[in-house]
């Protein structure tokens, strides 16, 4: 089993035991309270008919008997729980059967504002006093809602929904025992009523449903194009891994086998992304929507520490430090080792009450800064290191003095830092291009144009390293030259003169 094989399969137990471990604790919360919280209400300071902890409590002047009254240490939120202090909660949908209203009297909900407003045309919206209850007994009457029904004015999410069918409204029946049923079909209880103006101008009650607030899959051109892109990358990446095997003296290097690391990393980290950009998330498992990104921003985290990695390595050269394998080892493992925890870390957050990977998307969420937060920060952190070394790089070059007998070595490392800080150039620009089109797409709350410069700078990032790292790499170009002179000799050798044959 190889190395990446073994960290897939731990990481894949780890994420089936943490989902089963959270699956029972949610299990054991629910079982604390007698009642979903959806038909509970805040009765904290309500009047309490003795002084002892367990007694009945009045509300609206209703009892409330002391088995549907417990302490809650967090609410729903569109759908999500949130923590919040310690406050009394009663399932009054329980005691007398709840119906929900989206907004005050004389206002009604806006499906595409998301918002009640008042209604500027006549007849205003109907009241919440009197609504049509079917009984039990098959008959429909006009009930008055306070005397039959707990009201409660309030939108449970921030988007609420109709449900149609044919794009048509559905005729909808309250029932006094607080359900609303259509054809047999049972609306949820995530619900609030609303007047709708049909064309007639008439008011008729509509309930209206919670609508996931679940971001929308779209595979276009704009989506085709960035994976065509991350695949002209990795193709220019493997290259440079390639040249870098090839050529010994690149091989068998520190600073050679730091490449390799980091275009390895590379070429894993674009493939990850290109898959997740072409996949829709509902099509991929709860442990897939959560393992592919973790790996994703662990292969692309980790390239740019090696890059800082780098840096050091030239500043120690032109210090006459020489690294040991155990030095060279000493260092790089430790940075992997908290590029693995990182991501195994982002992986299990929560940002806003929502998990990081794995809620609504299989990548960052562009609807809020969690990215800045676990991707792009220890990117800038990476490349302020990057940048700290190059300076004492620099500052050290302007102090040695120039022997003779180091000249063929410095030639070579300076030649090699040369190199090196071009590609690192090229890089930063193009992650500054990321940066910046993240910023604007989320100000503007929707993509921009700015996305194909995303594009162009991603298939960029491969030709700077074919660039930088194979064509301005002195000892690579020699070393390209002797393969190519070896080759030509070889062909020699085995060819026949043409004066033999006649």
Request: proline content about 4%.
């Amino acid at each position: 089993m190889s190395l990446a094989q073994f960290w897939l399969l731990a990481l894949g137990v780890i994420c089936s035991v943490s989902q089963r471990c959270t699956c029972s604790f949610y299990l054991h919360e629910e079982g604390r309270h007698p009642c979903a919280f959806i038909d509970t209400i805040n009765i904290t300071g309500s009047y309490a008919m003795d002084s002892s902890m367990n007694s009945s409590y009045v509300h609206n002047w209703m009892v409330i008997p002391k088995e549907l009254v417990t302490a809650y240490d967090f609410v729903i939120e569109n759908g999500i729980r949130v923590p919040a202090p310690t406050h009394l909660r009663a399932c009054i949908c329980k005691q007398k059967p709840c119906v929900r209203f989206c907004c005050p009297p004389e206002q009604f909900y806006d499906l595409h504002q998301h918002a009640c407003v008042s209604a500027l045309v006549e007849p205003q919206p109907p009241g919440h006093n009197h609504m049509t209850v079917e009984l039990s007994n098959g008959t429909q009457l006009q009930l008055e809602q306070t005397a039959q029904f707990s009201v409660h004015i309030e939108a449970p999410c921030k988007q609420m929904n109709a449900v149609t069918k044919d794009e048509q409204y559905l005729n909808w029946t309250l029932y006094e025992n607080g359900s609303i049923i259509h054809a047999q079909l049972l609306f949820t209880k995530h619900y609030c009523f609303t007047p709708i103006l049909a064309s007639d101008r008439s008011w008729s009650w509509q309930p209206l449903a919670c609508a996931p607030e679940k971001l929308r899959f779209s595979l276009g051109v704009r989506e085709w194009t960035y994976a065509i892109c991350l695949l002209i990358s990795i193709i220019s990446m493997f290259i440079v891994l390639v040249v870098h095997l090839l050529c010994s003296g690149m091989r068998n290097s520190f600073y050679g086998v730091a490449i390799k690391a980091y275009t390895i990393c590379v070429i894993f980290g674009y493939a990850l992304l290109a898959h997740l950009t072409l996949h829709n998330p509902a099509n991929l498992s709860t442990a897939a929507c959560r393992i592919l990104p973790s790996f994703t921003l662990l292969f692309l985290v980790l390239s740019f520490y090696i890059l800082s990695f780098i840096s050091f390595k030239l500043f120690l050269s032109f210090q006459g430090v020489v690294l040991t394998k155990l030095m060279f080892w000493m260092i790089l493992g430790p940075i992997v080792l908290i590029a693995i925890g990182w991501s195994f870390f982002v992986g299990f957050s929560y940002h806003k009450s929502r998990l990081v990977f794995g809620a609504d998307t299989c990548w960052f969420d562009p609807r809020n800064w969690s990215i800045m937060i676990y991707f792009y920060a220890p990117i800038f952190i990476a490349c302020a290191i990057n940048c700290f070394f190059y300076i004492l790089t620099l500052i050290c070059i302007s102090d040695e003095p120039d022997l003779e007998a180091e000249k063929s070595f410095e030639s070579m490392e300076r030649n090699r830092l040369n190199s090196f800080w071009k590609f690192f150039t090229y890089t930063g620009l193009t992650w500054f291009v990321f940066v910046s089109s993240f910023a604007l797409n989320y100000y503007r709350g929707e993509k921009s144009h700015l996305n194909y410069a995303v594009c162009i700078c991603t298939a960029f990032h491969g030709f700077a390293a074919l660039y930088a790292l194979i064509g301005k790499n002195q000892q690579i170009q020699n070393c390209l030259r002797r393969i190519e002179y070896n080759n030509d000799e070889d062909t020699c050798e085995n060819s026949v003169p043409m004066s033999s044959v006649y």
